[in-house]
């Protein structure tokens, strides 16, 4: 009888244990494919706010070279304020997914970025463009360090 109460319970602490070992395996699985998934959102958000940023610089400085006045200057200004509307929305996901780093060095291209905007509808003399660039090598260098990439030299 004893025997048989011995073989129940190694039975069932045996089978205790793997149910542990289970559930404790399949937890850690579904964080990793969280993170995986976190971290392509958050790598499609880097590279989406980068784009436009880079867009509303160009539109910008076409705006600049246009002829005061001009249609293709209301154009350009217009698609600079639709790629604008798109710059905002995606610095909203960046807050929400970044790290801190990341966010600080998004601000501080916004504000370069809105330099050249004010330019670009006549405010104001046309900022330094390679100081843009900088701020977005910056930015580049937080996101890589972000998503756990390592951080290549090179530029924009």
Not at 73 to 78: K, Y
Request: aromatic share 6%; hydrophobic share 50%.
């Amino acid at each position: 009888m004893i025997t048989q109460i011995v073989t129940l319970a190694g039975v069932l602490l045996g089978a205790l244990t793997s149910f542990v070992a289970t559930g404790w395996a399949e937890r850690v699985k579904h964080r990793r494919v969280l993170a995986t998934r976190w971290d392509e959102r958050k790598l499609d958000t880097y590279v989406q706010y980068a784009t436009c940023v880079k867009e509303i610089a160009a539109v910008a400085k076409r705006a600049v070279d246009a002829e005061a006045g001009s249609t293709a200057r209301a154009e350009f200004l217009a698609t600079m304020e639709q790629a604008e509307i798109r710059r905002s929305a995606l610095f909203e996901t960046l807050v929400l997914l970044a790290s801190p780093a990341a966010v600080e060095a998004a601000k501080a291209v916004n504000a370069a970025l809105w330099e050249t905007e004010i330019a670009a509808r006549g405010h104001a003399g046309v900022p330094d463009g390679a100081v843009l660039i900088e701020l977005l090598n910056a930015y580049h260098s937080q996101a890589r360090l972000d998503l756990g990439v390592g951080n290549p030299t090179g530029g924009t």
